[in-house]
């Protein structure tokens, strides 16, 4: 748990879950967790239970999406409790966030480098886009992709914001960008201290 600067008892959570690939010490993650902070906002950052258990791929869609509602009810009930949680996270992160978006109750979700459209494989056809899962999501929502992304750029919708940063799908190359980004929208849809 990274707790908020300044002397304010925080009113707003951020609870974050990491790409297929990684951990929760991924860049983007942690420039998400600085520009947060600063902010006022409490944020966790959460692994997958595949990774605590030490395997590299991760489950199925339906288990991760079963782990993430139940470790953020937890995560509700010891430590953030009272609080308006936004989730979220990078790539297949941010999938979980936005399929789990209602009945995790959250107040928004923050998408760092959504994988819209997974690249065909040599000689294979494109797989379909993801853009219906954003799409489902009804509360306020800010997607950080890079200008250079192999999956795509989602186009922004009624409730979501899309910030295009310079870099690709690891979101490494302007890492100011995307706080900056976290930060201006927490403060637009009102989940900074004030």
Known sequence: MHLPDGDRAPTHALVLG?????????PDLLAATAAATAAGVTVAL???????????????AAHLDAAWTTIVGRLREHGLNGMAVVTGG??????????????????GVLCLAFPLQPPARTGGAR???RLAELDAVTVPTLVVQ??????????PGPQRTVSAVAGDHGLKSDLPAVGEAIAVWLALIGLTAG
Do not use: K, L, N, W
């Open 18 to 26: 990491h790409g297929a690939g990684g951990g929760i010490d991924s």
């Open 46 to 60: 959460v692994e997958q239970p595949y990774r605590v258990a030490g395997r590299r791929s991760p489950a199925p």
């Open 127 to 129: 797989a379909p886009d």
């Open 146 to 155: 890079g200008t250079r992304d192999r999956f795509g750029m989602p186009p």
């Open 90 to 107: 990078r790539s297949s992160g941010a999938r979980v966030a936005c399929r789990t978006a209602t009945v995790t109750g959250s107040v």
